[in-house]
């Protein structure tokens, strides 16, 4: 399988639809012409990445929103993809039958059709207006959690796990889509430079991105491929460093730039096997009953209290008396 | 607080407890005069990492356990601790009094007290004799699965979880620490260039060691300390690269040598909590409810079907018909 990553670059609050649509397709042909099975679009592919902006009445962000999947702006993509037979990923601000809000990715088969939806669980931010921050991250706000689990799909013969952005800081994300047997994790992220509160250094955004995949990918056994929108959006900076990692953690194809670029990698799903019937054979290493807490807790708590035979005196209590 | 890691160098079948204890505190003189509140030792500390020897008879391996904590021959370094004012980790082979083998670690506060013990869960390798290879890894043969889960214990005021070696490469362990409020992370390993089955390229293993350290460090917003025993034992090999790994996910230690070294931290704990407030605050960003198959399934199993609004022709089908 060869998978490539498609990083877009900034795109402004003036970019209509169609113009976002065009550069997405242009890309698609790029990795098509390269031969790559599946193409990897960032998150919140089709506008800026509006959570930053702060509207009073909510309802004003639904332009950012699609009502159907494709629309008529969409569906150029999804014709061009089946035509050049090329699967994709790709991430937009879903409004759902039910009028309900989510960060929505999904996946797209090589004949055009959607075979995989997944919702995004972790929304980062807040839910509040911040005052005297130069963005607002307001996610919680304009989506609501998830309602989907983490799904593992069909595309094309190979299982491949989704999820969005800030999804991939958390280990419980690969855990459950290994555990479905996924051999690709595919995402697309919006990191910004600037989060509201407190500031880790520029260095470190970088690092934690790729600290997160690289673990995320050696410790499931499968391949992770992420990618970036980038650069500047109105002004506002975001990382880049769309990335292709291996089950080994390491580091195959990255972006150099924070703009449109395309990576491309050969995907040895072997490679994925090797690990998970070794150090990372779950059946014969996992034990579940001890993970309880991970379920059984949301935040942090008291320590459990561990009964073990202790000395009845010590030896420096000894020395004491 | 100021953390000591104490790496160590190969052990040899030959050498006695009592020289390896000496060996040890010497190390923990060193700790204590670089005013370390807390050394860190390694995994199976007192002998050899036996487990790469079969013995046909299991009870062969008796004699690198302990059936008493501190025994007479380690008495002499509990005694040099609460002198010196230490606090400690070490690993050892434990024989309970119900005669159960464990590979075992346990915390020692400053007085000489044990205020916490774990018996390690994720216990590698096999149980079956291999042929043909030059070291076996049958740490399922002389050890049981632990019993007493991943405890958070209070050393002098800090909460401290632990683990051994293999466990931390498992996600599963550093949450259900964190989950507990644990602060740091100690642990010891004995990670041998050569294991049974696939190889690694060599890079590979260092690589992974530290990977697996830095991503625990960063999603679970605790420091982070592991110390090798490493170097050659009877001609066999092992990795060094003790470290302490911040909240950040960065190494703010590490040992350069394969062989006796100190390394030494000072461990700023508002840092876990800049981190634990923010990005990864669990209460405000964590999703249970979707985390079940972490501890519903023990290997993978086939995905969980999602269902979602399919639309019920996509834009490649109406053109295909």
């Known amino acids: 399988m060869r998978i490539a990553v498609a990083q877009v670059g900034g795109i402004q609050l003036s970019e209509t639809r169609r113009a976002v649509v065009g550069r997405l397709a242009n ?31 909510a309802a004003e962000a639904d ?29 937009y601000a879903e409004i759902d039958p039910r009028g309900r809000r989510f960060n929505t990715s999904i996946l797209v088969d090589r004949s055009g059709r959607i075979v995989g939806k997944y919702r995004k669980i972790h929304l980062p931010g807040h839910a509040e207006r911040l005052d005297d921050v130069p963005a ?15 799904g593992v799909f069909d595309v094309d013969g190979v299982k491949v796990g989704m999820c969005l952005c800030n999804d991939r800081r958390w280990p419980e ?12 994790v595919v995402l697309g992220y919006n990191t910004p430079v600037f989060v509201p509160g407190w500031q880790e250094e520029p260095h470190a955004k970088m690092f934690t991105h790729l600290l997160s995949l690289q673990a995320g990918a050696y410790q499931n056994s499968v391949w992770v491929a992420a990618a970036a929108k980038c650069g500047y959006e109105d002004g506002h900076h975001m990382i880049g460093g769309s990335a292709i990692v291996a089950p080994s953690g390491e580091i195959v194809a990255k972006a150099r730039s924070e703009g449109e670029e395309l990576i491309v990698a050969d995907v040895d799903l072997g490679l994925s096997e090797i690990y998970r019937t070794s150090v990372f054979n ?13 379920v059984d807790r949301v935040g942090r708590g008291e320590p459990v209290p561990v009964s073990f035979d202790q000395p009845p005196v010590t030896t420096a209590a000894r020395r004491d008396a």
Chains 1, 2 share one sequence.
């Open 136 to 150: 607002q991250h307001a996610e919680k706000r304009y989506f609501e959690v998830g309602d989907l689990g983490f």
């Open 173 to 184: 994300v690969y855990r459950c889509l290994s555990l479905q047997g996924a051999e690709v």
């Open 282 to 294: 779950f059946a014969a290493h996992r034990r579940p009953e001890h993970y309880r807490l991970i």
């Open 27 to 57: 890309l698609l042909e790029q990795a098509a012409d390269q031969r790559a099975d599946l193409v990897v679009f960032p998150e919140l592919t089709l506008t800026t990445f509006f959570p930053r902006y702060w509207y009073d009445d």
């Open 63 to 91: 332009r950012f929103f699609e009502r159907s999947m494709p629309g008529d702006d969409v569906a150029p993509l999804f014709e061009l993809a089946a035509d050049r037979g090329v699967a994709f990923y790709l991430g």
